[in-house]
């Protein structure tokens, strides 16, 4: 099993798993609320679709990835499948067109970068804190 493992790259150890600081995003008043919070703070919203692999996946290297707290970005989760009122509202609000997974970069009011699948983790995001 440790030569598999190490031809594989697995650890014998589990791994902790890491937490964001989601907020649900499952309301359409949430979205008047974000645009004007973006006023003072950067806004993240991560719209993920729960039944697609390659969604999973990204979501899984974002978190892996995320080194922020809540002090420096306030950063929303999107199940759009549960909430697809909300995901098509936030294409319309911030002029968007939907993709999933899909992450918007949400400052004064607008949304500065946004991008889909893969791209999303290319977004160097310590640049809009």
Same mark, same amino acid.
């Given at each position: 099993?440790?030569?598999?493992?190490?031809?594989f790259g697995g650890s014998?150890?589990?791994?902790?798993?890491?937490?964001?600081?989601?907020?649900?995003?499952?309301?359409? %008043?949430?979205? !008047?609320?974000?645009?004007?919070?973006?006023?003072?703070?950067?806004?993240?919203?991560?719209?993920?679709?729960?039944?697609c692999g390659i969604s999973?996946?990204?979501?899984?290297?974002?978190?892996?990835?995320?080194?922020?707290?809540?002090?420096?970005?306030?950063?929303?989760?999107?199940?759009?499948?549960? !909430?697809?009122?909300?995901? !098509?509202?936030? %294409?319309?609000?911030?002029?968007?067109?939907?993709?999933?997974?899909?992450?918007?970069?949400?400052?004064?009011?607008?949304?500065?970068?946004?991008?889909?699948?893969?791209?999303?983790?290319?977004i160097d995001l310590s640049?809009?804190?």
């Amino acid at each position: 099993m440790r030569l598999l493992n190490k031809i594989f790259g697995g650890s014998a150890e589990p791994r902790e798993k890491k937490v964001l600081p989601w907020i649900p995003l499952n309301d359409l %008043g949430q979205l !008047n609320y974000i645009e004007k919070k973006s006023e003072i703070k950067t806004q993240i919203i991560f719209k993920h679709s729960t039944r697609c692999g390659i969604s999973s996946m990204v979501i899984k290297q974002f978190t892996d990835a995320y080194q922020f707290n809540e002090k420096e970005l306030d950063l929303y989760y999107l199940d759009l499948l549960s !909430n697809r009122d909300v995901s !098509n509202e936030v %294409g319309y609000k911030f002029q968007v067109l939907h993709q999933s997974p899909q992450l918007l970069v949400i400052k004064n009011g607008v949304v500065v970068v946004h991008a889909s699948h893969g791209a999303i983790n290319d977004i160097d995001l310590s640049q809009f804190v």
